[in-house]
T-cell receptor, first 114, second 114 residues
Framework: AQKVTQAQTEISVVEKEDVTLDCVYE???????LFWYKQPPSGELVFLIR??????QNEISGRYSWNFQKSTSSFNFTITASQVVDSAVYFC???????????FGTGTRLLVSP | EAGVAQSPRYKIIEKRQSVAFWCNPI?????LYWYQQILGQGPKLLIQ????????DSQLPKDRFSAERLKGVDSTLKIQPAKLEDSAVYLC????????????FGPGTRLLVL
């Protein structure tokens, strides 16, 4: 069975601080896909990144970066120089090829104060 | 490109009443998903359609929930009769194909059962 653990329930930071959101996953598949979504107060899940299990290169997109480490089954997300607009719940999710559902973690609520 | 559309955005009903939610996916997306998100949890897949056929409905409480996707485009999810524990956000998502393809989510319908 697949499982995603986001141990951090809530994180509070002050604007301009860097923050890392942890994601640990469990799967027996050799091929799988990992995702991060952002859910602002409006409720819509916003897609941030999709990564397959064969690509362990770290990725950077503006202030966002992702660290994928198969050795520790982790796919952590870092926001550099956080902003108030980054306040949201962030979900990590896992799936495998074929018609398989997304398995979500319980989310991490990020509060960025001015 | 228009995103996933859902209506209504909010609904309040009393227990034992019925309710229906509507979803229109992104144009050209073959796969449509309905998720239930209870407060403080990650979304849980209720049902997945590929075109107008059901791929996975293993977690759909079939004694009270039903869903259809006529003509392989928009979809409706119905609850009859509703229970207090059905209070949640119902999210619709779509993807070009199933499985590992990125799922794009609509704004959700917040249901409160009194």
């Amino acid at each position: 069975a697949q499982k995603v653990t986001q141990a951090q329930t809530e994180i509070s930071v002050v604007e301009k601080e860097d923050v890392t959101l942890d994601c640990v996953y469990e799967t027996r598949d050799t091929t799988y896909y990992l995702f991060w979504y952002k859910q602002p107060p409006s409720g819509e899940l916003v897609f941030l990144i999709r990564r397959n299990s064969f690509d362990e290169q770290n990725e950077i997109s503006g202030r966002y970066s992702w660290n994928f480490q198969k050795s520790t089954s982790s796919f952590n997300f870092t926001i550099t120089a956080s902003q108030v607009v980054d306040s949201a719940v962030y979900f990590c999710a896992l799936t495998r090829p074929g018609f398989q559902k997304l398995v979500f973690g319980t989310g991490t609520r990020l509060l960025v104060s001015p | 490109e228009a995103g996933v559309a859902q209506s209504p955005r909010y609904k309040i009903i009393e227990k034992r009443q019925s309710v229906a939610f509507w979803c229109n996916p992104i144009s050209g997306h073959a796969t449509l998903y309905w998720y239930q998100q209870i407060l403080g949890q990650g979304p849980k897949l209720l049902i997945q359609f590929q075109n107008n056929g059901v791929v996975d409905d293993s977690q759909l409480p079939k004694d009270r929930f039903s869903a259809e996707r006529l003509k392989g485009v928009d979809s409706t999810l119905k609850i009859q009769p509703a229970k207090l524990e059905d209070s949640a956000v119902y999210l619709c998502a779509s993807s070009l194909a199933g499985g590992s393809e990125t799922q794009y989510f609509g704004p959700g319908t917040r249901l409160l059962v009194l």
